[in-house]
């Protein structure tokens, strides 16, 4: 049994990998073809279809199991920055999937890339190059209407019950007059977590929740909003097995 399930879970990986390729072959073709609003609009909506396809089969697959439902609540809200802790490779996907307004901030690199950049760019995913880009990005999508997605921890949790947080979100939602809404992803495995390799077989099934937090209104004073969001972090977040403490 463990042989085959180790099977299915890699046929599942290897599926996303093979779905996400297509897909930034055809935004190579779409982005110089949509005026930007468009390409924004079909972009973000594709890659939340294909991340709700990935999980329609890993639940059907018996391996993986994700509630992400209490996103439906803020998934048409305008102006929103959602942040959330990182204990998975799989947090975004999870988000995504119910967020088809969300912005989430990548790296330039990964934004040049051929084989992942193009659905990114077609989507107006936002560049990390540089603080003040970056922020000016987030701030202009915003009040377009957008939804900005972000990991203040900046990497996966490897310090329960949250990593220190990155300064940023609380400046552009002072920027941008944007709400903070907080999310929790609890998770009972340390599967794709930090050190976890794809290939390793984890407990199974692997099992995710998302729950909605406290709600925070942009503040004058960035720093300490900042503060208070990572304690709503600490005091909320049910730390992944394996973190240290």
Request: hydrophobic share 55%.
């Amino acid at each position: 049994m463990l042989p085959l399930a180790w099977a299915m879970l890699q046929i599942l990986l290897l599926g996303l990998g093979l779905m996400s390729l297509l897909w930034n072959a055809i935004a190579l073709l779409l982005y110089p073809l949509l005026p930007r609003a468009a390409g924004r609009t079909l972009g973000r909506a594709a890659i939340a279809r294909g991340y709700a396809l990935f999980w329609w089969f890993a639940r059907h697959s018996g391996l993986l199991r994700m509630d992400a439902s209490a996103l439906d609540a803020i998934a048409d809200e305008r102006g929103l920055i959602v942040v959330a802790n990182h204990p998975s490779l799989l947090d975004a996907l999870m988000l995504a999937a119910r967020l088809p307004r969300a912005a989430c901030v990548m790296k330039a690199s990964l934004m040049r890339n051929p084989f992942l950049g193009p659905g990114a760019r077609l989507a107006r995913y936002i560049r990390n190059d540089s603080a003040h880009g970056m922020v000016r990005l987030a701030v202009d999508d915003l009040r377009a209407g957008g939804q900005l997605v972000l990991f203040p921890e900046g990497t996966r949790t490897v310090q329960a019950p949250v990593n220190p947080f990155r300064p940023g979100f609380t400046l552009i939602a002072k920027l941008a007059g944007a709400p903070i809404q907080t999310v929790f992803i609890d998770t009972d495995s340390p599967y794709l977590g930090k050190g976890w390799p794809l290939w390793r077989l984890p407990p199974l099934p692997i099992v995710f929740t998302v729950r909605l937090g406290r709600r925070f209104a942009p503040s004058p004073d960035p720093i300490a909003l900042l503060a208070e969001v990572q304690a709503c972090f600490a005091a909320g977040v049910r730390a992944p097995p394996g973190a240290s403490r």
